[in-house]
């Protein structure tokens, strides 16, 4: 069973444009969502985080909105940059306490 | 220096053989992962320990075995390599902003 589910698998967007990524999670204990940014041949970066408690969180060009009921949340990513083409996860865990489970990544592409 | 450093960066093995990757931090973090990518399946954990004395089974162990050396070092051993095992290994620290990778160790088993 995967716990979190992201779509799509990959994605094309236009220099300047918004790339928008989804994330679904099944485990109602999950409590803590961070998004992970990884370019070829690095490790995964954390990119930004969201607890339940708050709907929306925004970090310059980047924004997560989180929607509790549905139990999804996604990222925005504004003003899409080429710079921004890399892989990125959906991850979740229960507070610190358990391991992160991801999602299977979008690659996305941004093109001038 | 990197804070969180797996050795080697690439390797080709034979099926069959025993082979460790290592992974060292500087951070000083109690809690380390290591995580398996692969094309389309995203990151996968393999197994995790919360302190030396911790150590604890991920989603994928089978045809994996780890030691926790030190508060610092955590290997993670292939006791006798089979193809399907071809990947990229991920190591990683964790403290309460979140998980700092390593670069990555990639596998390949022929």
């Known amino acids: 069973q995967q716990q979190v589910k992201q779509s799509p698998q990959s994605l094309i967007v236009q220099k300047g444009g918004i790339s928008i990524i989804n994330c679904a999670y099944e485990n109602t204990a999950f409590d803590y969502f961070p998004w992970y940014q990884q370019f070829p041949g690095k490790g995964p970066a954390l990119l930004i985080a969201i607890r339940p408690d708050v709907s929306e969180k925004k970090e310059g060009r980047f924004t997560i909105s989180f929607n509790k009921s549905a139990k999804q949340f996604s990222l925005h990513i504004m003003d899409s940059q080429p710079g921004d083409s890399a892989t990125y996860f959906c991850a979740a865990s229960i507070s610190g306490n358990t391991p992160l489970v991801f999602g299977k990544g979008t690659r996305l592409s941004v093109i001038a | 220096d990197a804070d969180v450093t797996q050795t080697p960066r690439n390797r080709i093995t034979k099926t069959g053989k025993r082979i460790m990757l290592e992974c060292s931090q500087t951070k000083g973090h109690d809690r380390m992962y290591w995580y398996r990518q692969d094309p389309g399946l995203g990151l996968r954990l393999i197994y995790y320990?919360?302190?030396?004395?911790?150590?604890n089974k991920g989603e994928i162990s089978d045809g994996y075995s780890v030691s926790r050396q030190a508060q610092a070092k955590f290997s993670l051993s292939l006791e006798s390599a089979i193809p399907n095992q071809t990947a990229l290994y991920f190591c990683?620290?964790?403290?309460?902003?979140?998980?700092?990778f390593g670069s990555g160790t990639r596998l390949t088993v022929v």
């Open positions: 320990s919360f302190d030396v004395k911790d150590i």
């Open positions: 990683a620290t964790r403290d309460i902003y979140g998980y700092t």
